[in-house]
């Protein structure tokens, strides 16, 4: 994958993250109508219904993690 991605293997997350952003146009999640304040309230929601996907997780999330997410998404 560094090779496809002209890039070092320890970089390659961050080349794909490049040419991903390329291809995708990110918008903010208060643009999707969340308020910052709910951020707390998603990530809580997320440890509740989302068990079949975290289960597999090769580092646990807590719901700091997953709220820090959410904040930076925003």
Known sequence: MA???NCT???V???LDEL???LISRKPLQEYGMKQE????FAESV???????LKNNYVPFSVDEIEGI???LF
């Open 38 to 41: 709910e951020c707390r309230g």
């Open 70 to 72: 959410y904040t930076r």
């Open 3 to 5: 090779r496809l991605l």
């Open 47 to 53: 440890l509740v219904t989302q068990q079949r996907l």
């Open 20 to 22: 991903l952003g390329k």
């Open 13 to 15: 997350y961050e080349a």
């Open 9 to 11: 293997v320890d970089n």
